[in-house]
């Protein structure tokens, strides 16, 4: 596959378009039956205010397959980075993981003293941050970082640590790759910081990667380029990865399944396609029909009304009840559960109302 710019940006008017551009090409029945590298429970995150306690992760649940890559969507403050942070269990105080299992191969990730998780994050499960300025360690070279870790999960001594970070600066497309390995984050380009921390995340051969919007910081050129180096070096590893973003078009091209989450919760889940192409849940279609298209003329694009409320007005049944057009009184007091949609496989809907 090789995504140009131009097809990156038609990408970004998929959602008005049957999705054609099945990159993994996998069966439905395939991933049912595959077992799940990760398996979330029941997780809930909530943070300890003076104006009272939130959850800004509120009871979801779902599974990551071998190979597979789930892409989690919505606006922002809807949860997404959150999740990701839990299962890397970097929520520090006033944030407390409060409830739910998130297990890596079986093996309970929340519930690893900091020792046992210290010895998974950066090996066996890694994470490429939303803005690697901030991610990186402004005083050390890149390769200083890299080589540090790959030290402690593979053992390698310096001088093979060494080589082996200059291998995956290449291997993401960094050129010169023995000077930038010796150059510190300011000296490298948006871009290519951005590579430098792809290659750290793929450094230890990781099971599972989070990517937490990875390509939000870039211009569109740079985007396309590192999608399809990620999707590559996805495809070369067989990793499970877990994609967030707000772009649709991004998730339409990268994810296999979509979560779409709101206020903490999940609206809606599913194959790429079937989401995409049929919106069931009031919201995951107002941000479809929010994306501007190729070719549409039109004085104003289409938004959803309000705002997203603060976690303590949020109401005490669906979270997106103050904004839906859909909403019925028992919206306003229960929750709607995540009812499956039987004629499509791992599909669910949380609405008394869908479309």
Not at 8 to 35: E, G, M, W
Request: aromatic content about 6%; overall charge positive.
């Amino acid at each position: 596959m090789s995504l140009s710019a131009a097809s990156f940006i038609f990408a970004f008017d998929s959602c008005s378009y049957p999705v054609q551009h099945d990159l993994k090409k996998r069966k439905a029945q395939d991933l049912i039956t595959s077992n799940p590298v990760l398996k979330v429970d029941q997780l809930e995150t909530t943070f300890f205010l003076k104006s009272g306690p939130f959850k800004a992760v509120n009871r979801i649940s779902y599974e990551i397959n071998q190979g597979q890559t789930l892409g989690i969507v919505g606006e922002s403050g809807c949860g997404k980075s959150v999740t990701s942070f839990s299962l890397m269990k970097l929520i520090g105080a006033p944030g407390k993981i409060t409830h739910g299992s998130a297990k890596l191969n079986g093996v309970d990730l929340i519930q690893m003293s900091p020792g046992e998780i210290e010895n998974v994050r950066g090996g066996k499960m890694a994470m490429i941050f939303q803005e690697p300025m901030t991610a990186l360690n402004p005083v050390l070279t890149i390769g200083y970082q890299m080589s540090e870790q790959i030290i402690k999960h593979l053992r390698y001594n310096k001088s093979d640590a060494r080589n082996r970070s200059i291998e995956m600066l290449e291997l993401v497309g960094i050129p010169s790759a023995k000077d930038r390995h010796d150059s510190y984050p300011h000296q490298l380009s948006g871009g290519m910081r951005q590579r430098a921390m792809i290659a750290m995340a793929l450094s230890c051969n990781p099971q599972f990667l989070i990517a937490d919007e990875p390509t939000t910081a870039l211009d569109v050129t740079i985007q396309a380029q590192i999608l399809e180096l990620f999707q590559g070096l996805q495809e070369k590893l067989n990793m499970s990865v877990q994609f967030i973003t707000h772009d649709l078009g991004v998730i339409s091209e990268v994810s296999d399944q979509i979560l779409v989450m709101y206020g903490g919760q999940m609206c809606e889940t599913g194959n790429t396609q079937d989401v995409i192409n049929s919106p069931r849940h009031p919201y995951t279609a107002a941000l479809i029909q929010s994306r501007p298209k190729l070719g549409q003329k039109v004085s104003r694009l289409k938004t959803i009304e309000g705002s997203v409320p603060a976690p303590h007005e949020l109401p005490q049944g669906c979270p997106f009840a103050t904004r839906c057009t859909r909403v019925k009184t028992e919206c306003w007091t229960v929750k709607p559960p995540m009812t499956p949609i039987t004629s499509q496989p791992l599909r669910a809907v949380a609405c008394f109302n869908p479309l």
